[in-house]
């Protein structure tokens, strides 16, 4: 089974919407954490938000926040007042069984999802 | 401006080739993981190494290895390069409450 899911090959939204990217995950661990990056044409994966298994509150970072549904498995990242500069692919990613201080363990990407936003 | 660094940025290869992508990370990251992203895909997880030593592998075949020195560099080594080979690879060091940084990437195109 996957262990990150993105349903949403592309997506599309006028600039200064609102626009949410679907992810959902699948692990039996009960500690993990999230992550959401952005990777424009350049190649570089931009870290943007991170959501740990045991936190209370729904993670934001400026214009990002994260949508975390736990019984759901789903982290939806959701992009406010969206920037012609926010066209690029999202990755929702997935580290199992560690906390977010630590600096093992492998990520698990989803297939992304390819935004784009239009004036 | 990230703190990791790919070389080289592009690269081609003829199948049956070797190849060595290098990467440099800030000072402190003792943790280092390697990813290919074929074209169109997610990045997959190679390996990761640890105060120079392996830690965690994904599947990839034994052709694929890697290094990691105490200068906080290190390198992905593949051997008889196949045309699958053919991706975009991705070094990240890691940083605690930050998540992982990732560098540009190296475009390696298989012949």
């Known amino acids: 089974a996957q262990k990150i899911t993105q349903t949403q090959p592309g997506m599309f939204v006028q600039e200064k919407e609102a626009v949410t990217l679907d992810c959902t995950y699948d692990?039996?661990?009960?500690?993990?954490?999230l992550f959401w990056y952005k990777q424009p044409s350049s190649g570089e994966m931009i870290f943007l938000i991170y959501?740990?298994?045991?936190?209370?509150q729904n993670a934001t970072e400026g214009r990002y926040s994260l949508n975390f549904q736990k019984a759901r498995k789903s982290a939806n990242l959701v992009i406010s007042a969206s920037q012609l500069g926010d066209s690029a692919m999202y990755f929702c990613?997935?580290?199992?069984?560690?906390?977010?201080?630590?600096?093992?363990?492998?990520?698990?990407f989803g297939r992304g999802t390819q935004l784009t936003v239009w004036p | 401006e990230t703190g990791v660094t790919q070389s080289p940025t592009h690269l081609i290869k003829t199948r049956g080739q070797q190849v060595t992508l290098r990467c440099s990370s800030q000072?402190?990251?003792?943790?280092v993981s390697w990813y290919q992203q074929a074209l169109g895909q997610g990045p997959q997880f190679i390996f990761q190494?640890?105060?120079?030593?392996?830690?965690g592998r994904g599947n990839f075949p034994p052709r694929f290895s890697g290094l990691q020195f105490p200068n906080y560099s290190s390198e992905l080594n593949v051997n008889a390069l196949e045309l699958d080979d053919s991706a975009l690879y991705l070094c990240?060091?890691?940083?605690?409450?930050?998540?992982?940084?990732f560098g540009s990437g190296t475009r390696l195109t298989v012949v």
């Open positions: 990613a997935m580290r199992e069984g560690l906390d977010r201080g630590s600096t093992l363990g492998r990520l698990y």
């Open positions: 000072s402190g990251h003792n943790t």
């Open positions: 692990t039996s661990d009960p500690s993990y954490g």
């Open positions: 990240a060091s890691s940083l605690p409450l930050e998540g992982y940084t």
């Open positions: 190494y640890y105060r120079e030593e392996e830690n």
């Open positions: 959501q740990g298994s045991y936190d209370q």
